[in-house]
């Protein structure tokens, strides 16, 4: 589902990833600089046909509640297909996901119905300083933009264009900002995180920019990655995971699944053995990591016996947060021409991965029940641990604080807390 924020002059309704979130925090603030009155920007996510199924809805109820409203579409979904966006009768401009980041698209009334450029023609990504994420405890940092590999299942990097970094100096300055505004803990994000740096100038690592980072910002607290590719970390990053403390300790993986063949055929450039032996050898060094993975369940020719060692992988690699997505043909990629598995057979596997993640999850909350946990404040009475679990707290907090709380019982996914009178770290 989208999340919808801005005020009674600009909504902007947000599908899909943190990246897209940072962006229509960018929006917001361009819209609100240039005067944009009565408008609804939808910012669209392409990954499934549901993803994009949910956004025009959203653009038909939008246009119901708001009949006078100019209503705005962008996103990877009108990056990708523009024309199908156009030919919504509620829609009255499209922009592209360059466009969308330029300040000046807010501010002409009379600009094109379609403005949509070629995305594979776009060499940089700005830095763009905002004042944190409206509603938000924590800050994302976008340092990453775009994709140069070709999963057969994916869509986005026809919607994101090529990877391309921001520069070290400006992602330091932006933290800055996001530090001084009061934010504890900021999450680098990215469309590939883990490629990082390899159009830059020296080609840095993300190790080494996030290295960078934490020693230009030394207020900033905690520190997360957003997604890691396990094919892709480098040394510098390994040893910020496993020895510096402000980097949390949770780890979100793009695994997609946990069958060499299945891998194959989606052109993933990890093995099964290469990403147990990546959990294996984090685990070792810090032992309190907690992981969480992207899976794709009912991959095109996923049989049985196949989605069996996905499903295990789950339990080997102790993975207790799971993104777990039914595949979903996306027109365009070599996944869709493959022989499909059946739609219940999908959703029956995807089921049977959520449950799977639930159990470890229960497993690792049950585990800090009785210490004391550094939680992060997002509202009132709820706050995450750094491992990023959920904590309902006894009384009221201040978001966006960081406090110390007594973890004292774990059920249904969540911990529960009372806070302590001792002062975070």
């Not at 466009?99 to 940089?124: Q, S, W, Y």
């Not at 750094?386 to 406090?403: E, K, N, Q």
């Amino acid at each position: 589902m989208g999340t919808a924020s801005g005020n009674d002059k600009v909504t902007l309704l947000t599908f899909g990833c943190r990246l897209n979130a940072y962006e229509s925090e960018v929006m917001r603030r361009h819209a609100n600089e240039a005067g944009l009155e009565d408008a609804v920007i939808v910012n669209t996510c392409a990954v499934t046909a549901e993803a994009e199924r949910q956004a025009r809805q959203a653009i038909r109820r939008a246009r119901r509640e708001r009949p006078g409203a100019r209503i705005i579409v962008t996103g990877c979904a009108a990056q990708i297909d523009p024309a199908r966006y156009a030919d919504l009768p509620e829609v009255d401009q499209v922009v592209g996901n360059t466009e969308k980041l330029d300040a000046a698209t807010f501010g002409v009334t009379d600009a094109p119905r379609v403005r949509v450029n070629d995305i594979m023609a776009v060499e940089e990504t700005a830095a763009h300083l905002i004042d944190g994420l409206d509603g938000r405890a924590r800050a994302f940092l976008q340092v990453q933009q775009g994709c140069d590999h070709r999963c057969t299942f994916c869509i986005i990097p026809y919607g994101r264009g090529p990877s391309r970094s921001v520069p070290m100096g400006a992602v330091a300055e932006e933290a800055r900002r996001q530090v001084a505004n009061g934010y504890r803990e900021i999450v680098l994000s990215g469309v590939d995180l883990t490629d990082y740096g390899k159009d830059l100038p020296g080609t840095p690592t993300l190790g080494e920019m996030t290295k960078r980072l934490l020693a230009a910002v030394p207020g900033l607290d905690r520190l997360r990655l957003s997604s890691i590719d396990v094919a892709e970390v480098d040394d510098t990053l390994m040893d910020l995971i496993r020895y510096e403390p402000r980097v949390m300790p949770h780890l979100h993986l793009s695994m997609q699944a946990g069958d060499d063949m299945v891998l194959k055929r989606m052109k993933r450039r990890h093995s099964r053995d290469d990403a147990l032996r990546f959990v294996d050898t984090v685990r070792t060094a810090r032992p309190d990591v907690a992981f969480g993975a992207d899976l794709i369940a009912g991959f095109p020719t996923e049989t049985d016996a196949m989605f069996a060692n996905t499903l295990k992988l789950v339990d080997e690699a102790d993975l207790a947060f799971l993104h777990v997505f039914p595949y979903s043909p996306r027109e365009g990629t070599p996944a869709a021409s493959m022989p499909q598995v059946p739609g219940p057979v999908r959703k029956d596997r995807a089921a049977r991965l959520r449950a799977a993640g639930e159990k470890r999850l229960q497993v690792m909350l049950d585990d800090q029940v009785g210490s004391t946990a550094a939680v992060l404040v997002e509202q009132p009475r709820i706050g995450r641990t750094p491992h990023y679990a959920v904590v309902d707290l006894d009384r009221d907090a201040v978001p966006g604080s960081v406090i110390n709380v007594d973890l004292t019982a774990a059920a249904e996914g969540r911990l529960t807390g009372h806070i302590s009178d001792r002062a975070a770290a």
